[in-house]
């Protein structure tokens, strides 16, 4: 009875004095609205194609296209023919009865409806470029002329609606049967430095162009057990969505071209010069630095010459989902070689004049470490070749081959914004091939996936930049990467609502896409790492799920599902805040009271007691609690010790421990309530700082779990032998909070704007 009676004592003396919260009654019912009830509505029912694990099901499936083409670049017209043909293998367990191809081009069509898909007038600011293809020129001439499509030599019926072509096949394409059938096609080559486009050609002051040519082909779009046809149209934000397939292509580009793509070159030697072919091979055995292919005094004079003869590169690829390829007389090129345990993969940099001294410094350095270290997340990269290529104004990606931006002063001078803005912008483009090129999303749908992913990717890999190469960050501490730290997204987070979508948004319905699918998703991934879930148990999931959905098809729920099942972590409160509304987060330190312990009966513990059936405080033996602001605090309780205050305490403590026992138990000093408040949306842990009169700190993490009862408010009893004197919540801003201003208690007193300018002259 005594252990009982104490019991219910400790009870009502940590539980209901210190954190009791008194909540409103509710009038009539409600639905669960608990931010940490499972996401059952908002995610598709699991099946026998995609698991309740997030892993593929037993009877996942996928289709496949190969490809053999022969490609024509007119230099002199900026112009594309080609003639392809396509076997389409139907995997899925459906009959089709028509085939869906991608016209993208078509997007660059003079009437193309893509161009009046916004609405809005002048803008305030404008890009050159876009002022000028807006308002000072003529529309280009754009989109694919499809000239034939057949099958077997005869005409097959195709529809075309803006960047989709229907093909009729002559009878239904059964489940695991294939059919063939050929394009002949041409189209006018955009100047991506006037039309801003994700490929196109650049006239470099010598009148030389540059190409760098993509989505130059019709291709085939993906049949899925998710979407069925993804043949949503192309409209100019949501990328992409393509099956896997083999290549077999030819291409024939003036004779003094340097060209490299997607794939392996498979006649080096005809292609090569002899000294280039034997740079190649040395090249293939440099760990260490890159080895020039063709040198800038070569490129140069190449370029003074304007060949009227041809040559034809050939190009195979294995199960990859695209194809690009990059064309110029005014190439610089080198490479190095990066191992891995089951291939030898070259790192290869392409570059006009135009970039150096930055190219040849930094480019191929970047690639490497984006391979070492996006492998070391994920898997080890499958490709034979990871090529970087220089193109201005540019940021765009394909299996195998890249194009890039971060263009040196006219006299090889730059800024260490351009330098790097060069340096991300490679290490974000080469790592897209694991992100769609392999782990292959749709993007056309599901922007984030491919650019959140790579963003956060990025960021891990530009640290280990920094690490690895300190002369290249000069003074900086770590590597200053634009995006993934906290604190780079709290603007956008914290900005107007009427502009901000949820990440669980198509790129075509996005106000801002740069924060919705890039910022915001690798800032939470981020933080998942690093405050969630730990960086041990988080990177073994997102390993996980890399490898389960290589050279597949995932979709958001594979990925979520897969973070959850690889590591026993309920994560469904954090999609939901961070991926499926646009809250923000937002945890102050309301309140903190210092308590004294007595015997003496409160008016509140008379209170608490009878919520309990205690009518009659005289029938148990009970402590109570008081701060000095209440009606019942005696001012002769301060000084005195916890046993002192309290006979009852000293009386169980007596009763009920032997003395080896007690001299193990620690009398605290001091007894604090602290009140935490949450005007944020999302729940987040409460990382706490407590700082105490000795000028010693102490850091704890309250798990996110703690707002699952009370959305707005919790509280916390505090015993300690130190006299707290300051109270910081995200001391180490990991969290995105949008306001630190309450993060503090006692509360941080705002520098004036004359006062900040005090400061930042002292400074």
Known sequence: MIRFKYALCAILFLSVSLGYAQEEEREGGHENGNKFRQLYNEMSTPNSYRTASGAPGHEYYQNEADYKMDIQLDDAKQRITGYETITYKNNSPDDLEYLWVQLDQNVRASDSPAKEKNGGGVGAVSQPGTFVSSYMSEPFDGGFNVNQVTANGKPLKHTVNFTMMRVDMPTALKSGESFEFSIQWDYNIPNHTINRARSGYEIYNDGNNGYIIAQFFPRMAVYNDVEGWQNYQFWGNGEFALPFGDYEVNITVPADHLLDGTGEITNLKDVYSKEEYKRWERAKKSYDAPVIIRTQAEAEQIATGNSTKTKTWKLEAQNVRDFAFTSSRRYIMDAQAVRFPERDVMAISIYPPEGNPLWEEYSTKAIVQTLETYSKFTFDYPYPKAISVHAKGQGMEY?????????????????????????????????????????????????????????????LTEQEFGENFPNAIGNNKAYPSRRGAPSKIVNYMKGNQDFISPIMSNPENVYQLGNNAYGKPATALNILRETIMGPELFDHAFKTYSQRWMFKHPTPEDFFRTMEDASAVDLDWYWRGWFYSTEHVDIGVKEVKSYYITDKVTKEGKEMLARFGVTDPSTIEAIYVVDEDSEDFDPALKGKSMMENSPTLKEYLMDNFTPEERAKINEPKHLYKIVFEKPGGIPMPIIVEYEYADGTKDKVTYPAQVWRKNDSEVSKAIASDKEIVKVTIDPDLETADIDTDNNSWPKAKKLGKFQKFKENVKG
Do not use: A
């Not at 060069?422 to 749709?442: A, L, Q, R």
């Open 399 to 459: 299996p195998m081959i890249c194009w890039n931006y971060g263009r040196p002063n006219e006299d090889g001078t730059y800024s260490d914004r351009t330098k790097y803005g060069m340096i991300s912008v490679i290490i974000h483009e080469v790592g897209h091939n694991y992100f769609p090129m392999i782990v292959n999303s749709d993007e056309r749908q599901w922007g984030w996936m491919d650019e959140g992913l790579d963003t956060f990717m990025q960021y």
